[in-house]
């Protein structure tokens, strides 16, 4: 039986799975790998808060995988009512929205030096766009998707070099909620200028990235 996005989803491109594409150009970094380097006592402080079980990043990264695999895979683990209402919130008013699904969690690089796994890529609301599933406690600014967004516009581009797929849109797709009460969704889709501004942050991120690196190699 098809899960809710293979419903919908087209066969464009003969894609590459991420250790397929280790394995022919090599460990490059991701976009997270980069982020985390140069961002490393951010990285530090979320390192210790996974380790406590109690911790609310801890359970928030935790819920957010549980409703990743659910949306991907059609798996809800028996008893996790939550997940269920967060993925019914996504079929109800987030999933309409999509008209094809080209591909999900598959490999993708840059010449720039960076590879990665996406979420989704497809067309929605008729336009080819590259998108990231979130699950979050709580509604998002813009402001606080700035890493989320730069990691979607470097898979676009990465998507554009290896198949001259002419993405011109990079959207997340967030569903929220701490309780049942709570839950929400909303679709937030950068313009034009705001990709350019999220390519230029994530480039200057990964020139601090092999400027780290080569550093560190060095001494």
Known sequence: MKTLLETKTVSRYDYKTLGQIRKEFGKLPSPT???????????????????????????????????????????????????????????????????????????????????????????????????????????????????????SVSYTDAHNFMYDSGIEQVAILNVYGKTPEEIGSEITILNTEEIAKSRADFQDYLSQYKEKVATTAVS
Not at 34 to 47: E, G, H, L, P, Q
Not at 93 to 115: K, R, T
Request: positive net charge; charged residues 30%.
């Open 33 to 151: 790998k980069i982020f985390s380097t140069v961002d490393s006592k951010a990285n530090a402080y979320f390192r210790r808060a996974m380790e406590d079980k109690n911790s609310t990043i801890y359970k928030a990264t935790r819920a957010g995988n549980r409703f990743h695999v659910a949306l991907e895979s059609g798996t809800i683990k028996k008893g996790d009512d939550m997940t269920a209402l967060l993925v019914d919130e996504f079929r109800n008013n987030i999933f309409p929205e999509i008209d094809e699904v080209w591909g999900q969690e598959m490999g993708l690089y840059h010449p720039s030096g960076y590879i990665g796994k996406f979420d989704g890529v497809g067309v929605l609301r008729g336009t080819k766009t590259m998108w990231d599933y979130k699950r979050t406690n709580k509604r998002k600014t813009k402001s606080a998707m700035k890493k989320w967004f730069m990691q």
